[in-house]
Structure formats: structure tokens, C-alpha cells
T-cell receptor, first 115, second 115 residues
């Protein structure tokens, strides 16, 4: 089955610096890669996603890149702010024809933005 | 649209008891998935329901079960509770249109504590 690895597990950056979180997946048939942000005590919130037919997607300070050949995708946050502090999860999803999708999540990265 | 809702938000049970958790998806969403979130294991997939049928299942024992109603609301049940079942239980809904892949949106979770 699909396996998703995520690195680093913890990341501390100074406010204003950039943060990069990397994920790798094992199943080359996976075709959808969302990123979720989970603040303490809150639900995971979708922040950006990318489909396998796209190499890069950007939304203001957040961008995601996908390398299908290497089977890895990355989250980039620029000009980090204290409110970016949270746990970030990547996921890989495999469409199962008429059987929906199978989502497998990475273990998470705890990002701390230091003022 | 209202987001995914889950009830109750907090539960305290003792070993051997059973528990039922409820999830109401976003209006119009037909797929509901359940996840167990623990600090050590991250987000683990339990099962997914679509059109009142369990469509996919993760690697959890038979003590974990669920169902979906005709209005897409879903419940999950855990029987004979064990200490290790203490976790945050999240449900996520998706539209499940005929065009995959589809995006999942999470509820706030139910925090279950087993004493």
C-alpha cells in the first residue's frame, strides 16, 4: 500500500524567513496531494493541494511543488509569520476507480515561527 | 455552507464500555471518512462510507465499526474500549463527484479518553 514520509518532524524558523517541508510517497499511481494545517486543539484545515498533472501551485505566501518522477512533493511558506506556527500534514491520495479515494497522511511537521 | 460537524466534542469512558460518535458532513457531500489521530501514530484511516455503504476500510480491529444514513450523516462505534483507544477521532467529508480526485474537509473531532 501507499506510504508517505515527511521531513523534518520539527522545524523552527525566524519570522520572515522561509520554511520548506518535504514529503515522499511510494505509489506512483497517487494523483492528488493535499496539505493540511492543524493548530493546537483545532481541526486540520486544507491550505493548498496539487493534482498530478500539475508541477507547481502557488497561493499567496504558500506554494507546493510536485516531482512525479522522484515521487516527492514539497510545501514552501515564504515570509513566515507567528500565526503560521502549527502542525502541517501532507497526504497522498490514490483514486480507486468506482471505489473513491485512499488518503494516506504523513506523520506531520511541527513548525514554530519565532518572533 | 456549514462545515463538517461532530458530536460530542469530548467523551470520557472506562475500559470495556462502548461509544458512538456522530458526524454530519457538509451539505451535499456524500462521502464520509473517519480517522484516528494520536500523537504517536498520526492520522490513521479507519473507514469510508458512501451511499450508506462502507467503501474502504483501514487496518483496525472489528471493535471499530460505522454506518452511514440516507442523509449522509455517519456514526462510528467502538465496542469494548481499551486504554489505547484514547485519541482524537476526526471525520472528513468530500463531495465525491464523478470527477476524482476530490478534496476532504475535516470536522473538529471528538476527543475520546478511556480510563
Amino acid at each position: 500500500g501507499e506510504n508517505v514520509e515527511q521531513h523534518p518532524s520539527t522545524l523552527s524558523v525566524q519570522e520572515g524567513d522561509s520554511a520548506v517541508i518535504k514529503c515522499t510517497y511510494s505509489d506512483s499511481a497517487s494523483n492528488y496531494f493535499p496539505w493540511y494545517k492543524q493548530e493546537l486543539g483545532k481541526r486540520p484545515q486544507l491550505i493548498i493541494d496539487i493534482r498530478s498533472n500539475v508541477g507547481e501551485k502557488k497561493d499567496q505566501r504558500i506554494a507546493v511543488t510536485l516531482n512525479k518522477t522522484a515521487k516527492h512533493f514539497s510545501l514552501h511558506i515564504t515570509e513566515t509569520q507567528p500565526e503560521d506556527s502549527a502542525v502541517y500534514f501532507c497526504a497522498a491520495s490514490l483514486s480507486l476507480d468506482n471505489y473513491g479515494q485512499n488518503f494516506v497522511f504523513g506523520p506531520g511537521t511541527r513548525l514554530s515561527v519565532l518572533p | 455552507k456549514a462545515g463538517v460537524t461532530q458530536t460530542p466534542r469530548y467523551l470520557i469512558k472506562t475500559r470495556g464500555q462502548q461509544v458512538t460518535l456522530s458526524c454530519s458532513p457538509i451539505s451535499g457531500h456524500r462521502s464520509v471518512s473517519w480517522y484516528q489521530q494520536t500523537p504517536g501514530q498520526g492520522l490513521q484511516f479507519l473507514f469510508e462510507y458512501f451511499s450508506e455503504t462502507q467503501r474502504n476500510k483501514g487496518n483496525f480491529p472489528g471493535r471499530f465499526s460505522g454506518r452511514q444514513f440516507s442523509n449522509s450523516r455517519s456514526e462510528m462505534n467502538v465496542s469494548t474500549l481499551e486504554l489505547g483507544d484514547s485519541a482524537l477521532y476526526l471525520c472528513a467529508s468530500s463531495l465525491d463527484s464523478s470527477v476524482l480526485p476530490d478534496t476532504q474537509y475535516f470536522g473538529p473531532g471528538t476527543r475520546l479518553t478511556v480510563l
